[in-house]
């Protein structure tokens, strides 16, 4: 019995981990995917990132009903829901590339929409599963770990995947081309639709208080510390996003429109390496966390953050420098080597391993003193990932007014109130408020 329930709990640790990293290989998809629409379309910088914005806007709408969801049908069932919605939102997305000219673009939209619905819900589930599914403490964390850094890893993948079947002419890129992609995740989230129902999961026991919901949002509403860390998440989560993702669409825009004029290929392995980055980043945040505050970590990252950008918008996109990326030849051979790219690129890239450790600082410092309120705040903190899709949107309006290395500017103010929230913002000055 007990080798069974082993088993059991492997298969469906597994299927968690698969699930984490599908949560970055959905919502990473989307920014890279505004090449396409951008091409496929003709449409501005800013409309390409419209499938970015209804992949994150959806965190809006599902961050508190996730979580109210969760507790009235547990956390497998909201999990089986969650990957049917990830499987529905993907298939909404294949469709749109065998849609009419027309309608294809509203069809990629709303199925961008629909992924975010589950991200959203596989956000609330997945952590807290695999901390159970550890038997908690060391172990629980350790297993949250793994899932982290294979989410890193299918961040890192999935703008290389994309830039590899868009190869060779941008201007004819089209949904199609993407396919495989959304032929991966649907088979992921098939099959982990299938594990998950036969699987003996335990569900991990929710904290009981007497009080509405209403009253708690309202009663964390009150610590200022933490409405200026919610203001954080939702900045913080358009800087992650942002900044690769516009400097994706720099990479790949043609040198007459102000871009650099780079194979799709090449983009999406320097892209790739922000996130590699970002995976770097983590693991080292993981060893230093018990020796370095959250503060200071938050103060470090955002300031470095600020001059790593600053340098990229004052450097000349003339100036060249060599990064390690996979290059496609013209007979279509793939091959590692030393591709010349904008100096800018680099300093963007780098900036991975600023956002890397970000979330947790600021989770941290934001909830710091809050007791009882913790949870409504965890639910306010997943409608402000929103941020992710508004931000973004906001800096391609401004590449396309400004150009895209001034756009960057957007991420300057961002980075800046990080810095002034870590600095000062962070401090709890509302400890007379019973938390018990």
């Known amino acids: 019995m007990n080798q069974q329930k082993q088993n059991g709990n492997f298969i469906a640790i597994i299927t968690m981990i698969f699930l984490f990293g599908m949560i970055a290989f959905v919502t990473n998809l989307a920014a890279p995917m505004g090449i396409v629409l951008k091409n496929q379309f003709s449409v501005s910088n800013a409309l390409g990132m419209l499938g970015n914005l209804g992949n994150f806007i959806a ?95 299918m961040a890192t993948i999935t703008p290389m995947f994309v830039g590899i079947l868009i190869a060779g002419s941008v201007e004819k890129a089209t949904i199609s081309q993407i396919f495989p992609v959304m032929y991966t995740a649907m088979a992921v989230f098939a099959l982990a639709f299938i594990v998950l129902l036969f699987v003996n999961i335990p569900e991990p026991a929710a904290a009981k208080t007497s009080e509405p919901i209403g009253s708690l949002m309202k009663g964390v ?26 400097l994706n669409l720099f990479l790949t825009e043609e040198t007459a429109k102000g871009g650099a004029g780079i194979n799709t290929t090449i983009a999406g392995f320097v892209v790739g390496t922000y996130w590699l980055l970002m995976l770097v980043g983590r693991l080292a945040g993981a060893s230093l966390g018990a020796k370095v505050s959250s503060r200071a970590m938050m103060i470090f990252t955002s ?123 962070c401090k709890n000055v509302n400890k007379d408020i019973p938390v018990e």
């Open 59 to 153: 965190y809006a709408v599902m961050g508190i009903p996730s979580g109210i969801l969760l507790t009235k049908v547990g956390y497998k069932k909201t999990a089986l829901i969650a990957v049917a919605v990830g499987f529905i939102g993907v298939g909404v997305q294949y469709l749109s590339g065998h849609a009419s000219p027309s309608s294809a673009f509203a069809v990629y939209l709303v199925g961008a929409f629909i992924s975010g619905f589950s991200m959203c819900l596989l956000n609330t589930v997945v952590n807290p599963m695999l901390n159970k599914l550890g038997g908690e403490g060391n172990k629980g964390n350790q297993l949250i770990q793994i899932g982290g850094s294979f989410n890193s890893v």
């Open 221 to 246: 509403l009150r610590f200022r510390h933490f409405v200026l860390g919610a203001i954080a998440i939702f900045v913080y989560v358009g800087i992650e996003v942002g900044v690769p993702g516009t």
């Open 303 to 425: 300031g470095l953050g600020l001059i790593l950008v600053l340098l990229a918008i004052f450097s000349s996109t003339q100036t060249m420098v060599d990064l390690p990326v996979l290059q496609q030849s013209a007979t279509g051979s793939l091959s590692f080597g030393l591709a010349k790219v904008p100096v800018n690129a680099m300093y963007l890239v780098l900036v991975g391993i600023c956002t890397s450790i970000m979330w947790g600082s600021i989770f941290n410092l934001a909830v710091e003193g809050l007791g009882k309120y913790i949870a409504a705040a965890s639910g306010l903190f997943m409608v402000l990932v929103c941020g992710g899709g508004i931000l973004p949107l906001i800096q391609g309006w401004v590449a396309d007014v400004a150009g895209f290395m001034n756009s960057y500017w957007v991420i300057v103010l961002a980075l800046a109130y990080l810095l002034f929230y870590g600095l000062v913002g």
